[in-house]
């Protein structure tokens, strides 16, 4: 007796009987043999366009990363001397911050972390508090790389917002964005739910319009 397991993964028993009532279908001889070298060439054939394309998806990988590189290096594209500093947009977005822990939609925890990261005049980068209290200290050795002229760097969150509160009605229809509905990459894509807003204000991360998503 044998044992076959169907599409499900179930186990399913294949005895004599009913192996002799399977139906076959037999070719000659020589066209069994032109048959065999037939699928000799064509799997082959079909073996390595599998490993071609196991070949592309590791250089489209590689490529995704070096064109990320790029850019968070500033040499994806070309640079306008009349931009606005970053450093300008970064006050910019510090005075927003402040601004929202006074309508109560960011507590003030959520900014006191935020740092500025400057040029001093020896060359180096130093970093201090954004609230202008304690000392800047050195953070040369951190620098991975050299940016262009008029970016900034900065920790991660200070020009984030992370979890805002929002005061509506609980009837109000929102969007609700679970993480699987986000698509992978860096573009921004997802699929999103409408539910009413008592149903999500609590339990779950809120977002505000124009906020940026994304999954890696």
């Given at each position: 007796?044998?044992?076959?397991?169907?599409?499900?993964?179930?186990?399913s028993n294949i005895n004599a009987r009913k192996l002799k009532s399977f139906l076959i279908?037999?070719?000659?001889?020589?066209?069994?043999?032109?048959?065999?070298?037939?699928l000799d060439k064509y799997l082959a054939l079909v073996d390595g366009i599998e490993r071609?394309?196991?070949?592309?998806?590791?250089?489209?990988?590689?490529?995704?990363?070096?064109?990320?590189?790029?850019?968070?290096?500033?040499?994806?594209?070309?640079?306008?001397?009349g931009d606005e500093p970053a450093c300008e947009l970064l006050a910019r977005i510090r005075e927003e911050k402040l601004a929202m822990v006074g309508r109560g939609e960011l507590k003030p925890k959520d900014v006191k972390g935020d740092t500025v990261v400057?040029?001093?005049?020896d060359g180096l980068r130093y970093e201090k508090r954004a609230d202008g209290k304690g000392e800047s200290r050195c953070i040369e050795g951190e620098i991975p790389f050299e940016i262009p002229e008029g970016w900034?760097?900065?920790?991660?969150?200070?020009?984030?917002?992370?979890?805002?509160?929002?005061?509506?009605?609980?009837?109000?229809?929102?969007?609700?964005?679970?993480?699987?509905?986000?698509?992978?990459?860096?573009?921004?894509?997802?699929h999103s739910e409408v539910r009413r807003w008592k149903e999500i204000k609590n339990g779950f991360t809120q977002f505000a319009d124009g906020f940026r998503v994304f999954s890696t």
């Open positions: 007796m044998c044992e076959r397991k169907d599409r499900w993964g179930h186990q279908p037999v070719p000659p001889l020589p066209e069994q043999r032109r048959i065999v070298d037939a071609d394309w196991a070949e592309l998806d590791s250089l489209f990988a590689r490529l995704k990363s070096k064109v990320l590189d790029l850019a968070v290096r500033g040499e994806l594209a070309e640079h306008d001397p400057f040029t001093a005049s900034s760097w900065c920790r991660l969150l200070t020009p984030v917002a992370l979890d805002p509160k929002n005061d509506v009605d609980d009837e109000t229809p929102a969007s609700f964005l679970p993480m699987a509905a986000i698509e992978d990459d860096f573009r921004n894509k997802y």
